[in-house]
């Protein structure tokens, strides 16, 4: 679905709107007018000398709840095209525009102006025009005008009159639209470019205050618009630091910007030169960094997800493992005690492996989620392979008391088999995410590093609490069955839950690398099996089984190695709703047609996924409502690693998939809850 390199979003919205305006242009100049959701007003000053330049001005009146854009619209939106007809011997400058502000949009950040604005062109008339001649000037002005739901290419032809000298009285909006203009700053900035941020040097008193500072920048491609920047006092200088585009061309050149001190429109303008960047000084913003609950509340957040999860059906892969573990928990007190805190151990050390991981490959660039584990297809066949030992462990065909996952009788086996139980636990369990999970995993991806740890420990404490207390809890020990001989046939009963695992993941292993990608995962895996086996053989007879064992490990080894190349190829998905593929540039055309939009995010290793397209998605009454009302269905499969997957969920503060979103006709987004039914889509239809 992705090559190497993709094209930056705003560019697909950026041709998206481009050929709506030149469709639009077809259509008469007064219809189009009426028809401005910003109104456009071409004005001139009442005298001007000839020869000398003055100022013209485009103002700007958008409708409520309608904004236009700065010369660099950020990541989505478009900047105003002008196409001047002047008098002979007349100049026009470059455009000049007051201080914009910040929006972001579905994680989008964009450059605005939400109110009456002007627009400020210097225009300078013919030396040779005659005093009291009245020059015409025209302007055919094409701009976008959006909502936070829907754009609208907008057009009008724009005409004045420059009067050479005369006795008008002077246009008092002149002096408030030049007021709003950013103050050129009277020092020249220095910059310091990598491939990971720019960085700024900009002379500013230490005296001027900055109450919500963010810098906007004019040349396009070069920083992420929507990346919290970073903000410090040395001196009389003021040190920024933004990070770059992911594409972002290297640029050796000058840079132009604007530095807006708060939200009243106060700022300058600077141009910034290659030159020393100091580092340190006293930090004193972050700016876009998103709202976050407290963290004592994200904590407590994840430590409900974590033991919501335990009833989730992401857990019920590793019943077999767990219900064993709760068997032998009633053996001792000593035991079940120390098998709990291995337990919890080990679910702790992988929730925090897999949070310090996912954390490292987002700081590199990489637009990875919580569970991107199972978006790599040699993890699916390592699971595939330990799924299918695990089974026939249970079946008996062998023994392996280390790690011990279930099969060990000494308290040392116990202990090592809980912890890898714990392990493997968190590592399978994870993916999927439940109630109050998804908030705080979410946030864990935007706060520092020691609070995100902090909440991943706290989800893998929350899986593990159900062991915890019946490790630590007498009285709900008192009620498990006493261990017995009843515990072997336990043990092979419990194997039928990790093979239908080990069928769940070849199903995946297919999904995720196509048809001789399984092939080949399937015959490793009976080599692994048939070593096994031959391992269990050995040991019934009372031989060594370590050469067949390391048979075992060399195939499993071999396999992830020799693999042939993951090709999942265009594999058409089915189903009863009429679904196309999720893309930024989709959603945005959804969105803009005024049909309510359902967007949902799934992957074919998510199971809570897939219960909830069984009973409430993938259903003839659904299909019915959707029908009647219109409703576009936008399907985003996360199972392979998606970037624009990947930036939706994290700009709807979810860290992995499920993820339902509804747009109503009026372009209201409300996140569905992460449980399902039929009755409850039926009824957004019907709203």
């Not at 002047?86 to 939400?114: C, D, F, R, W």
């Not at 205050?209 to 040395?234: C, G, N, S, W």
């Not at 899986?463 to 630590?472: C, D, K």
Request: net charge neutral; with cysteine; charged share 15%.
């Amino acid at each position: 679905m992705h090559g190497s390199f993709m094209e930056p979003r705003r560019y697909r919205l950026f041709v998206a709107v481009l050929c709506r305006l030149l469709a639009l242009l077809l259509l008469p100049a007064p219809a189009m007018a009426a028809s401005n959701h910003i109104a456009a007003e071409l004005i001139a000053p009442a005298a001007v000398a000839a020869g000398e330049e003055t100022t013209l001005a485009i103002h700007m009146r958008p409708a409520k709840g309608w904004h236009g854009y700065w010369t660099n619209p950020g990541d989505a939106g478009l900047g105003m095209q002008l196409d001047w007809s002047l008098p002979e011997g007349a100049s026009i400058g470059e455009p000049q525009y007051p201080v914009p502000h910040t929006l972001v949009v579905s994680g989008l950040m964009n450059h605005v102006y939400k109110s009456d604005y002007a627009v400020l062109v210097p225009f300078t008339p013919p030396a040779d025009a005659a005093p009291g001649s009245r020059l015409p000037v025209r302007v055919k002005a094409q701009w976008l005008a959006c909502t936070d739901e829907i754009c609208v290419p907008e057009r009008a032809e724009l005409a004045t009159e420059v009067v050479i000298g005369g006795s008008a009285p002077t246009d008092a909006r002149f002096a408030e639209w030049m007021r709003r203009l950013p103050a050129p700053l009277d020092a020249p900035a220095t910059m310091a470019i990598t491939d990971k941020s720019l960085r700024l040097a900009i002379p500013l008193p230490a005296s001027v205050e900055l109450t919500a500072p963010h810098v906007f920048i004019e040349q396009d491609k070069l920083v992420d618009y929507a990346a919290p920047q970073t903000f410090a006092r040395r001196g009389d200088l003021l040190l920024v630091t933004i990070p770059r585009a992911r594409f972002a061309a290297r640029e050796a050149g000058t840079v132009g910007g604007v530095l807006k001190f708060d939200d009243a429109g106060n700022g300058v303008f600077f141009i910034a030169r290659p030159g020393e960047v100091p580092t340190g000084g006293e930090v004193i913003a972050s700016g876009g960094d998103p709202v976050l609950p407290a963290l004592p509340w994200l904590l407590l957040a994840a430590l409900a997800g974590g033991l919501l999860l335990n009833i989730m059906p992401c857990v019920f892969p590793i019943l077999s493992l767990k219900a064993l573990s709760l068997a032998r928990a009633g053996e001792s007190e000593a035991h079940a005690r120390i098998e709990g805190l291995a337990y919890a151990a080990g679910v702790i050390v992988a929730c925090l492996g897999l949070g310090g991981a996912l954390l490292i490959l987002r700081a590199a660039g990489e637009e990875v989620g919580w569970a991107f584990q199972l978006q790599e297809p040699l993890v699916v066949v390592a699971l595939l392979l330990l799924a299918s030992a695990i089974t026939a462990n249970l079946l008996g065909a062998f023994e392996f008391a280390v790690p011990g996952f279930v099969a060990g009788r000494s308290p040392r086996s116990y202990t090592q088999g809980a912890f890898a139980t714990g392990l493997l636990a968190a590592f399978v369990a994870t993916p999927c995410t439940g109630p109050f999970m998804a908030g705080a995993m979410g946030a864990a991806l935007l706060l520092p590093v020691m609070p995100a740890l902090a909440l991943f420990a706290a989800l893998g404490l929350g899986i593990a609490l159900p062991f915890l207390a019946v490790a630590f809890v007498p009285a709900l020990r008192r009620r498990l069955p006493r261990p017995g001989p009843w515990m072997n046939g336990l043990r092979r009963a419990m194997a039928v839950p990790m093979g239908l695992t080990a069928l769940a993941l070849v199903w995946l292993t297919w999904k995720i690398g196509g048809p001789w990608f399984l092939a080949g995962a399937l015959i490793f895996t009976l080599l692994v099996l048939a070593a096994l086996t031959g391992a269990g053989l050995a040991q019934r007879r009372g031989k060594r089984a370590l050469p067949a064992a390391l048979l075992a490990v060399f195939a499993a080894i071999a396999g992830l190695f020799l693999l042939p190349r993951p090709d999942p190829g265009a594999a058409q998905v089915e189903s009863v709703l009429d679904t196309r593929p999720f893309s930024e540039a989709a959603l945005t055309d959804a969105r803009a047609s005024g049909k309510p939009v359902f967007v949902y995010m799934t992957a074919d290793w998510c199971l809570t996924c897939k219960v909830n397209e069984e009973i409430a998605i993938e259903r003839k009454e659904t299909k019915q409502a959707f029908e009647k009302a219109g409703v576009v269905v936008l399907r985003g499969d996360w199972t392979r690693r998606d970037p624009e997957i990947t930036r939706y969920l994290t700009a709807h503060g979810a860290a992995g998939v499920p993820l339902y979103v509804w747009y109503a006709k009026d372009g209201t987004a409300e996140k569905l809850p992460q449980v399902l039914t039929p009755a409850l889509l039926a009824a957004k239809a019907g709203s």
